[in-house]
């Protein structure tokens, strides 16, 4: 594929996020640019801060989706006994409290795409029933008898590696082949840092259109500075820094 007819793949929305001059990062982009237009589940590794998310609605705003729900549930951010619920959604009764239906993140998610994070965070018992909704394409509500046909994508993501999980028994074998169908490992900003001038330039960019300042570029010794530093926090903590800079920045 020639450079132009890759520029046209890509929407203009998202033309800050695909301009890379790492080519670890153009491995990544060129993998999305193959999935990104079927329907075949996808498992986003790599450490907390790279991105995941942000891939994840890349994958589906250039998927025959698009204009259908994107659908997000952080597994690792609700309590255990929550998740199946929040997943499946529940009928009228099917436990004390529940006064009515109410409608999971597959049901939302009907025609798009459902992106759940932290997948290594969910339990035996729902890695049971995410398996049979993997297998056989229906789910059921809690407390409810009816199959549900799941017209869904499913995007998954952790920054655990799951086949060690997989080993330590921690994590259904057979749940994880279903979820690695198209793996796609995101580097660490450290292993990208020459991205970070670009990716800077992009957030002064937005912060100047939401804070109502003109702020113009940022000091090359800065620059060095940042791409010199090891970032544990990969692109969620260089935006945390270049966020709490901005606001301090009284020109």
Known sequence: MSEMEADLFWRPEAMQVVRT??????????????????????????????????????????????????VH????????????????????????????????????????TLFLD????????????????????????????????????????????LSSLCEEGSFRRDLYYRLSVFPIQLPSLQQRSEDIPQIVESLIEWFNRHYYKDIQGIDPLVIKALKQYDWPGNVRELENIIERSYILEKT
């Open 21 to 70: 001059q790492s080519p670890l990062m153009r491995q990544v982009l060129e993998k999305l640019k193959s999935v990104s237009p079927t329907r075949t589940t996808v498992l986003l590794l790599g450490d907390t801060g790279v991105g995941k998310g942000m891939i994840a609605k890349l994958i589906h705003q250039h998927s025959s989706r698009s204009e259908m729900p994107f």
């Open 73 to 112: 549930l952080h597994c690792g951010a609700i309590p255990e006994t929550l998740v199946e619920s929040e997943l499946f959604g529940y009928e009228k009764g099917a436990f004390t409290g529940a006064n009515k239906r109410k409608l999971g993140r597959f049901d939302k998610a009907q025609g798009g």
């Open 118 to 161: 932290e997948i290594n965070t969910i339990s035996p018992s729902t890695q049971i029933k995410l398996l049979q909704v993997l297998q056989e394409r229906i789910f059921q509500r809690v407390g409810g008898e009816q199959p549900i046909e799941a017209d869904v994508r499913i995007i998954t993501a952790s920054n655990a590696e």
